[in-house]
């Protein structure tokens, strides 16, 4: 195609007119086209984030324990024992559609980078993963593709993937979402930054050569799909595990000395935004000479090296003293290590490559006069609340129903190709309790972690959808007996020049504020994926569920506190909270009744803290065996998941006269709620009744089979066949 | 007893393996570079798990070649002991101290699970903490975990009671053709095999991810234990 920049090239890049005018205005002159490729990455919408950070300043960031929050590669809160919790989550959506394994990889090797970048010892991986229809031609090829290449990735790294989500919808058919999430841990004192400093410091590339691999994958993910997405396969960068393990390794031993000053990996848009990023939060100059930059590829010339989203490659600002035993531990790893040009007191970010200037670009207008803009929102009427619904098949069909359905099924296929355990801390692994738990190494602490959303509720009615999206990942958190801390946050939404999809993102934010507020759980990092749309052949463009995957951090002292899900022998079952009987929205209203209606569950996030406060203290105190929070399918599901996980049945009491009708009452999909199993629940439930916390009775653990006081039973080893089907029925072994 | 570990580029089970030995021991093992051209005074040598060179040609076939593998030879033929797990298995058997190779899991996925091992041979320093046929936990974590050896090595390795671990359910029943018993398909379900002289042994599951009470289980403990108890230095 013709490189001659102009209006139509910008175009092309993905910028708007105006926006070209406005690199004219900064240039004052045309640019080059190695300037018009930086421009157009650092002012994407990946980059720059210029049409949702209007409404990003509204989340809440702050807490006493938080050290940093969002603008740093990720957010950082404190554990105790001087240690740091690093964790971010981020989507590799686009590429995962165009090339499942190799997408996927790659976005756990880019959240890994953002978290070792600032000092951190990575311990955990999490993934949360949203497919298309399983009937859906091309759903299998997808799933295969992502579970493998999470797996790949992780398991080669080291890194245990602990826990995660994945959830199948119709309207994620032509666009999937891979959101990554990595926690990392760090002394508090000993954290990485990327602001460079120091005029005349020596900028040093480490890591993996560059290719022409990924160039404009930051632009291609802030464009829509069409009908030729998988011609952009070249775009789709190519993982590799080992190097990262290299890297790791390497940065890690390095950032045990004083060497650094300044460090960034380089991740959307490589080299320019890691070098432009640097520089402009240092207030300094950059200058870069290609020539110096480890090449894969002969004949690169400026605009691919800039562009270049080439996989593991970090960039650092080094003392100059200490430049040479850096170099040795990179060559101890095999590794290249260049050093490709200095700072300045310029302002200005200057790229030459064979004598010639390709790039001399001032770094204060392409960070500050990045577009930021105010798009026009559309916000929806919520829907009205569910009225009666008859059942139709009785509460043990049901429930047979539902756990075999693919959104309840169990995810032991994906979690068995996944290495929890690696690095020997893993102390509840996937599908043993509501949140993860990882031992922090050299103490008794744990960090709990979890990712939850819920995007049937968020496209009904995206306020609500978003609190319930927070709330849940604070009571997973809660339910181990951890106390939450911070959040990180995913935020997939379709094309935001839409104004409803405008709408959608705006009530999101302000849910997840309220809740976050409410709950004491800030936001200390987190990415926004636009343009999740697809193109069908008809022409038709189709928007995704909006869906704010919440990534969450909470620590426990002492991971022997910590209590997971499965039934225990002999025991009494509660339900702490308050049962509402609502069942819009619900799996039970989709899968037993084939109806998609209503509002979604009514969060009261008074109550979800009263419960949620209650619940853990009986927890840290010791009264409780095993605890499970309702959430997608409601009671009875619950219910059913503790007996799975540990094979124990348990025997339910009649509800208490003023329940929901019984369907709704083990269906409903009710919030704040905790089934609690305990030795002695009598004292429990004077303990609550004391401090006016709703408990009551549900029944006692013990034997092999789930029986209701109405005479009706079902074996555990049934249960958990329903639950086991689905996931070998589709993908085969 | 004085405790080595292998670190190769692309080893990532060292910490875990690390911890284990100094919660069993009570001294923490020293760690050993690829590069090394000599050992220090030990007892036992450890080839830990994980991807080394990244497992890009054969699994452990680049680590079987680095410098430290020529003293780890030498080191064996002196009668000294190595345990291999998981990738460690691998190099051992790249490097030609344990019969057989692994191969890509029979269902050719990456298969990470808890799975039952049986104790066949009870006589070995590995395995003295366990009684024979005792049926223990332990997780495992491989793409290449499928053992296989020629007919004759196989016969060798049952008729000389060198099997040390095979694959089975919690009662202990073994069943090779039984895919949900012997997970990746290997020959008799073997998942660990012993040298000649009983000194060197690798198996592919890792009993080292079971030793800490407070990550729930201590399964694995026997085979540390058994270590300890005979390498008393």
């Known amino acids: ?733 | 007893m004085k405790a080595g570990i292998v670190v190769f580029p692309g080893t990532n089970r060292e910490r875990d393996m690390a911890q284990a030995l100094r919660l069993t021991s009570g001294r923490p093992p020293q760690m050993l570079w690829h590069r090394d051209t000599s050992l220090p005074a030990l007892d036992l040598v450890v080839l830990p798990g994980g991807f080394s060179f990244g497992d890009y040609l054969r699994s452990g076939a680049m680590a079987a070649h680095s410098p430290i593998m020529r003293e780890i030879k030498a080191f064996a033929a002196r009668g000294g002991h190595v345990l291999g797990v998981c990738n460690g298995f691998q190099i051992l058997t790249e490097a030609q101290l344990l019969p057989g190779a692994l191969l890509r899991n029979a269902g050719m996925r990456f298969l990470a699970q808890d799975c039952f091992l049986k104790v066949e041979n009870e006589a070995t320093v590995f395995t003295s903490g366990w009684r024979k046929g005792a049926v223990f936990r332990s997780p495992m974590a491989h793409g290449d975990g499928n053992y296989t050896v020629s007919a004759e090595g196989l016969a060798r390795l049952e008729g000389e009671g060198r099997v040390a671990f095979r694959y089975c359910a919690v009662d202990g029943a073994v069943s090779a053709d039984d895919r949900t018993l012997n997970p990746n398909g290997s020959i008799n379900a073997i998942a660990g095999v012993l040298s000649e002289n009983g000194r060197v042994c690798g198996l592919m599951p890792h009993p080292e991810n079971l030793v800490d009470p407070d990550l729930g289980a201590t399964d694995g403990v026997p085979m540390f234990r058994s270590l300890v108890e005979s390498l008393v230095a």
């Open chain 1, 1 to 733: 195609m013709s490189m001659t920049v102009d209006a139509a090239l910008a175009e092309r890049f993905g910028l708007t007119g105006g926006e070209y005018d406005k690199i004219l205005a900064v240039m004052g002159r045309t640019p080059t086209l190695t300037e018009l490729g930086i421009f157009s990455v650092m002012w994407s919408e990946h980059c720059s984030y210029k049409s949702s950070r209007i409404h990003l300043r509204n989340l809440p960031t702050k807490a006493p324990w938080v050290i940093h929050g969002p603008g740093e590669n990720a957010g950082v809160v404190d554990i105790g024992d001087g240690l740091a919790a690093v964790f971010k989550m981020e989507s590799h959506n686009h590429p995962s559609f165009i090339e499942p394994y190799q997408g996927a990889a790659t976005g756990v090797g880019g959240i890994l980078r953002d978290v070792f970048t600032m000092g951190a010892r990575p311990v955990a991986n999490l993934n949360a993963l949203r497919f298309g229809d399983p009937k859906a031609p091309g759903t299998r090829h997808i799933v295969d593709g992502v579970v493998r290449g999470i797996g790949g990735y992780g398991n080669c790294v080291g890194v245990p993937t602990v826990g995660g989500e994945v959830n199948f919808h119709k309207a994620f058919d032509g666009n999937p979402l891979v959101n990554a999430m990595t926690v990392g841990i760090a002394p508090k004192d000993r954290i990485f930054l990327s602001a460079a400093a120091g005029v005349g410091n020596p900028v040093v590339y480490v890591g993996s050569r560059t290719g022409r691999d990924g160039i404009h994958g930051a632009t291609m993910s802030s464009s829509e799909f069409d009908e030729q997405a998988a011609s952009k396969r070249p775009t789709v960068q190519v993982g590799d595990p080992f190097t990262e393990k290299l890297l790791i390794e390497a940065c890690l031993e390095l950032m045990a000395t004083d060497a650094i000053v300044a460090i960034q990996d380089m991740g959307a848009a490589g080299l320019t935004s890691s070098s432009v990023e640097m520089a402009g939060k240092g207030g300094v100059g950059i200058e870069l000479v290609l020539d110096d930059v480890p090449q894969r590829e002969t004949g690169m010339t400026a605009y691919e090296m800039m562009l270049s989203e080439s996989q593991e490659r970090m960039l650092m600002v080094l003392r100059p003293e200490r430049t040479e035993a850096a170099r040795a531990i990179f060559e101890k790893w095999d590794l290249d290590f260049a050093v490709i040009g200095h700072l300045t007191d310029t302002g200005r970010i200057t790229v030459t490559h064979k004598g010639v200037v390709e790039a001399d670009i001032p770094l204060a207008p392409l960070a500050d006069d990045a577009p930021l803009y105010d798009r026009p929102r559309l916000v929806a009427e919520p829907p009205a609340r569910l009225g009666w619904v008859p059942d139709p098949e009785g509460i043990g069909n049901a429930l047979l129903h539902l756990l075999a359905c693919p959104d309840l099924a169990s995810r032991a296929w994906v979690w068995n190709q996944y290495d929890s355990d690696v690095g020997g801390q893993t102390v509840r692994g996937p599908g043993t309790a509501d949140a993860a738990i990882v031992r922090v190494p050299g103490t008794r602490r744990g960090l709990a972690l979890t990712t939850d959303c819920t995007p049937r509720y968020c496209q009904a009615d995206p306020h609500a959808g978003a609190r319930q999206a927070v709330a849940e990942a604070w009571r997973n958190i809660t339910a181990t007996g951890a106390t939450p801390l911070a959040i990180t946050d995913n935020l997939n939404f379709g094309n935001p020049e839409k104004p409803e999809i405008m709408g959608q993102f705006a009530e999101v934010v302000k849910g997840m504020a309220e809740a976050c507020k409410a709950l004491d759980f800030p936001v200390v990092s987190g990415n926004v994926s636009l343009y999740n749309e697809t193109k069908l052949p008809s022409g038709l463009r189709v928007s995704i569920l909006p869906t704010p995957a919440i990534g969450g951090l909470g620590v426990i002292d002492d991971v022997t506190k910590a209590v997971g899900y499965g039934m225990p022998e002999d025991c009494d079952l509660v339900l702490v909270g308050e049962l509402r009987g609502d069942l819009g929205q619900s799996l039970w209203l989709r899968e037993v009744a084939g109806r998609e209606e209503g509002a979604p569950p009514i969060v009261d996030l008074v109550a979800e803290k009263r419960n949620g406060d209650f619940v853990r203290a009986q927890i840290l105190a010791g009264n409780v065996l095993a605890c499970h929070d309702l959430s997608d399918g409601g009671l009875l599901v619950a219910v059913a998941e503790m007996l799975i996980a540990s094979g124990v049945g348990c025997e339910l009491v009649q509800p208490r006269y003023d329940s929901p009708p019984y369907h709704a009452h083990y269906f409903a999909e009710e919030q704040a709620c905790y089934i609690v199993a305990t030795k002695d629940g009598a004292a429990m439930t004077e303990v609550a009744e004391a401090a006016h916390v709703p408990i009551r009775r549900l029944g006692r653990g013990g034997g092999d089979v789930l029986s209701f006081w109405g005479g009706l039973k079902i074996s555990v080893s049934r249960l958990r066949e329903a639950h086991e089907s689905f996931f070998p029925g589709f993908m085969g072994n």
